[in-house]
């Protein structure tokens, strides 16, 4: 079963507990996380439903390029990792 992990920082702001998915495409894996915290859902995703500015989603240590349809395939034991992009020096 895929697994989706949010970062710390995400959890400062909004309930994100680790979330086990059935799903077999990165969209649907995060609607399935989004069902069962509802407030997570405006902290990834924009109005248009296109992932923040401010966020990177990793499928497999890969990061996912295409920030609109997040059509990304997941695998049985795909881990995606949802992190906040961090500025500054």
């Known amino acids: 079963m895929p697994r ?3 970062t710390a920082q995400l959890q400062r702001f909004v309930e994100a507990p680790d979330c086990d998915v059935t ?9 399935q996380a989004f069902d069962a ?6 902290y990834v995703l924009d ?3 296109h992932l923040r500015a401010n966020v990177v989603i990793y499928v497999e240590g ?12 997941l ?3 795909s881990v995606v990792h949802v992190l906040q992009a961090l500025s500054g020096g």
């Open 4 to 6: 989706i992990v949010f």
């Open 23 to 31: 799903a077999t495409v990165l969209r649907a894996a995060l609607e």
């Open 37 to 42: 915290h509802p407030r997570l859902r405006g």
């Open 47 to 49: 109005d248009q439903g």
């Open 62 to 73: 890969r990061v996912v390029h295409d920030r609109q349809r997040l059509d990304q395939p």
């Open 75 to 77: 695998q049985p034991a």
